[in-house]
């Protein structure tokens, strides 16, 4: 069945919040990196790679059910912050963001009968548990370890051990 056309207009929109959110979180990693935060920087390449991965299943979601992805133009990137925690709350806020927008995906799929999207999108939303639960739990690492050196070090050491697990989308 072919994809009904104003939910594929939002999930263009989500297409284009994903690569978004790829590379915002790139330009979180050039940030980490150049401040020599290493593992904070390492966390960030495997969380942008997954985004960029985000973004494709749901180009491949629109593709195979005969939808058009009119490739949109990339929003005007952050590149600056005062430190590691306003990174680290930036990083919740922007997924708590991503969240209410697949909610709203699916709104629009229920109100236009798109039923064949469904397992699809609640795939997306169900991602989300992990990446919010994942973001809150570093940012209350950083808010106590963030007022040490030492702390500092500590969070960065445990954060370069993130593995790549790839999306199970
Ligand atoms: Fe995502
Ligand atoms: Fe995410």
């Known amino acids: 069945m072919v994809i009904n ?11 284009k919040a994903e690569f978004d959110s790829a ?8 940030w980490f990196e150049y401040n ?21 299943k749901i180009f491949e979601h629109i593709m195979n ?5 009119i490739i949109p133009t990339l929003a005007p990137l952050k590149t600056e912050w005062s430190g590691t925690l306003e990174i680290w709350k930036e990083v919740l806020a922007h997924e708590q963001k991503i ?3 697949i909610n709203s995906l699916i709104t629009v ?4 009968g798109d039923r064949m999207s469904n397992p699809f999108l609640y795939r997306l939303l169900e991602e989300q548990i992990e990446e919010e639960k ?16 030492i702390g500092l070090i500590t969070l960065d050491r445990q954060l370069g051990e993130r593995m790549a697990t790839g999306s199970y989308l």
């Open 5 to 15: 056309g104003k939910l594929r207009a939002a999930m263009v929109a989500q297409f």
């Open 23 to 30: 590379l915002l979180y790139m330009s979180m990693r050039s």
């Open 36 to 56: 020599k935060y290493s593992g904070m920087a390492h966390w960030m390449r495997i969380q942008s790679s997954e985004e960029s991965e985000h973004a494709m």
């Open 65 to 69: 059910r005969g939808g058009r992805v």
């Open 99 to 101: 969240t209410a927008s």
């Open 109 to 112: 799929a229920d109100a236009n």
């Open 134 to 149: 994942t973001a809150e739990c570093i940012l209350d690492k950083a808010e106590v370890l963030s007022k040490t050196d």
